[in-house]
């Protein structure tokens, strides 16, 4: 394939379509932010993949600086970086104080100590061409991490044969930008932006299919039910008759803080965009 420019035709349209599903992408958590400022309270929701979403779209900034000449990139992870910004102060705004300290944490840890310390070495120890190919594997590496997360959902919905934690549409929009983004790199030769969405459009296909499979299975809350202690009541009328009920019984799910585990596992979706 000869070489093509940022400003051919099919490199400009995969870029605007891949910046208008990342857009899609990146909203996604809106929901939840609405939920948790209508009850000024964070439940059982976990800051890391905001923070992590913030981290990715630095780094993929930085490395289109770097680079030059790959504006599309630069527009959708700012409009990222401004959302995961948001997503995060809310969040700290309506956690518990331990919440907070840990996500306090995790942003001084990544979007200032491992970031500044990125920029740090390759602006000291890379030059010309070198530096933007340092950042590009960087990118990629993490990038690669971060769509490989999801295969403990994919895990979790082969083992209770439910998707609930694991939305189609989700599924199905960071596939397409999978697909878009792939296509952007792969016209530009450009194997950073490339590769790792081809692992996250194998992955992407992948959650579609067991999605189709398991859809129609009943959750497991019909096993949990049959587990369901009984109470055996005393008829105060008649001393000697034993009227035996089963109660329902609120099994809170595991995984979280206040029981709202699923949502972090919905939420894990949310992936880097490039």
């Keep these: 394939m000869a070489n093509v420019s940022h400003d051919h035709p099919l490199v400009y349209t995969f870029g605007i379509l891949g910046n208008i599903i990342s857009f899609m992408v990146f909203i996604a958590p809106v929901p939840t932010f609405y939920r948790i400022i209508k009850k000024k309270s964070a439940e059982g929701f976990h800051s890391l993949p905001y923070v992590v979403g913030l981290f990715s779209a630095m780094l993929w900034i930085y490395y289109a600086l770097v680079k030059t000449n790959v504006t599309l990139i630069i527009t959708i992870n700012s409009f990222g970086c401004i959302a995961e910004t948001i997503y995060v102060a809310i969040y700290f705004t309506y956690a ?10 995790l942003v001084l840890m990544l979007n200032f100590g491992a970031f500044g310390l990125i920029v740090f070495l390759t602006q000291i120890l890379c030059k010309g061409p070198k530096r933007a190919e340092v950042i590009g594997w960087i990118c990629m590496v993490f990038s690669v991490c971060v769509f ?14 439910s998707v609930e934690f694991m939305p189609f549409n989700l599924s199905f ?38 999605y189709g499979i398991y859809r129609n299975y ?46 972090l596992h919905k939420d894990a979706q949310i992936n880097s965009q490039v």
């Design 148 to 161: 490989v997360a999801p295969l403990s959902i994919m895990g979790r919905v082969i083992r209770t044969k």
């Design 96 to 105: 518990t104080k331990k919440a907070r300290m840990k996500t306090l944490g």
């Design 218 to 263: 009943k959750s497991n809350d019909v096993a949990i039910e049959k587990e369901l202690p009984t109470v055996v009541k005393v008829d105060q009328g008649q001393p000697k008759k034993v009227i035996s009920e089963v109660y329902p019984v609120n099994i809170p799910s595991l995984g979280s803080e206040n029981g709202d585990g699923k949502n």
């Design 173 to 210: 929009a960071l596939a397409v930008s999978a697909v878009m983004w792939f296509l952007y790199g792969l016209l530009l030769k450009d194997v950073y932006v490339a590769v790792p969405n081809i692992v996250g459009m194998i992955l992407g296909v992948l959650q579609m299919i067991l």
